[in-house]
Nanobody
Framework: QVQLVESGGGLVQPGGSLRLSCAAS????????MGWYRQALGKQRELVAV???????NYGDSVKGRFAISRDTPKNTVYLQMNSLKPEDTAVYYC???????????????WGQGTQVTVSS
């Protein structure tokens, strides 16, 4: 019913930059929240950056000042600009969205398949 498709991951050297994209498609009535989480090997999934239902943004403490989330609302797409990358940013990055479809008045969580970001020299 709904698909989240991520792109833009890869290998980058410390101090470098990457830009991730996530496009939502399907029978979407309303996107209430959308953003990014990440999960490093052996660790729990954590917030990176997200647009809240009110339209504001929340960032994880470890990425504040280095990462920036943006969106193209007509295209149902969010972006994550990652600057000054560190080895500890290495993780699988997952797109997340809280979406109401045209078939159900209740919104639910959707996740992308994940894209690997590796920061290494």
């Amino acid at each position: 019913q709904v698909q989240l498709v991520e792109s833009g991951g890869g290998l980058v050297q410390p101090g470098g930059s990457l830009r991730l994209s996530c496009a939502a498609s399907g029978i979407i009535a309303n996107i209430n929240a959308m953003g990014w989480y990440r999960q490093a090997l052996g660790k729990q999934r954590e917030l990176v950056a997200v647009y809240t239902p009110g339209g504001s943004t929340n960032y994880g403490d470890s990425v504040k000042g280095r990462f920036a989330i943006s969106r193209d609302t007509p295209k149902n797409t969010v972006y994550l600009q990652m600057n000054s990358l560190k080895p500890e940013d290495t993780a699988v990055y997952y797109c997340y969205a809280f979406i109401q479809t045209i078939l159900d008045s209740r919104s639910r969580d959707y996740w992308g398949q994940g894209t690997q970001v590796t920061v290494s020299s």
